[in-house]
């Protein structure tokens, strides 16, 4: 069980607009920048978002972060098919003295 | 360019040990915080364990706790994750990271090594 909660899977068409969300607590995400990682099978992760709302040199403006109380969220528009992937959230916690992952959003392209 | 290289990884059986290196190229690793983060096959990411830029704190899951050790030689550009009691639930891809400039609570991991694989089993 993920301390950071991901909904496992999420989907939409090419060209559309999917929001992923990342529900924590005030002992991460409440207080703390989120940063979001895609892992396309077989590879490493990279970085995609950090500090909550920005973008690492070369991602491209189609993904944007946000937060909002105890929860984050990355949209991702203008969907196509090399989006396919998985999604991962993180924060430190305080609470723990520990970084925390979501368990990770599956994210198909129909 | 800035580039991280695993090695060390194995097939070990339980209750043995085995020794992570994470080699550090293109920037200066004295600088930053380094974490550790696992991948159990078919499973999520498991963040393992950081170090600060100078060793001076460390923070582990408790999954690992007292079991492993992180540890750093700047002198070498090379980061360390000692892993003791191994179990079968540590059969993992390990990857090495870098964190923040300085704080080990602090920041995103950037850029990721390729991993290495650990099979803990009989």
């Not at chain 1, 690492?56 to 991702?76: E, H, M, N, W, Y």
Request: charged share 15%; hydrophobic share 30%.
């Amino acid at each position: 069980q993920s301390v950071l909660t991901q909904s496992p899977s999420a989907s939409g068409t090419p060209g559309q607009r999917v929001t992923i969300s990342c529900s924590g607590s005030t002992s991460n995400i409440g207080s703390k920048p989120v940063n979001w990682y895609r892992q396309l099978p077989g590879t490493a992760p990279k970085l995609l978002v950090y500090s909550n709302d920005e973008r690492p040199s070369g991602v491209p403006d189609r993904f944007s972060g946000s937060k909002s109380d105890t929860s984050a969220f990355l949209a991702i528009s203008g969907l196509q098919s090399e989006d396919e992937a998985d999604y991962y959230c993180a924060a430190w916690d305080d609470s723990l003295s520990a970084w925390v992952f979501g368990g990770g959003t599956k994210l198909t392209v129909l | 360019q800035v580039q991280l290289v695993e090695s060390g990884g194995g097939v070990v059986q339980p209750g043995r040990s085995l020794r992570l290196s994470c080699a550090a190229s293109g920037f200066t690793p004295s600088s930053y915080a380094m974490h550790w983060v696992r991948q159990a096959p078919g499973k999520g990411l498991e963040w393992v364990a950081v170090i600060s830029y100078d060793g001076g704190d460390k923070y582990y899951s408790d999954s690992v706790m007292d079991r492993f050790t992180i540890s750093r030689d700047n002198s070498k550009n090379t980061l360390y994750l000692q892993l003791n009691s191994l179990r079968v639930e540590d059969t993992a891809v390990y990857f090495c990271a870098r964190g923040s400039y300085g704080s080990a609570k602090m920041g995103w991991f950037d850029p990721w090594g390729q991993g290495t694989l650990v099979t803990v089993s009989s």
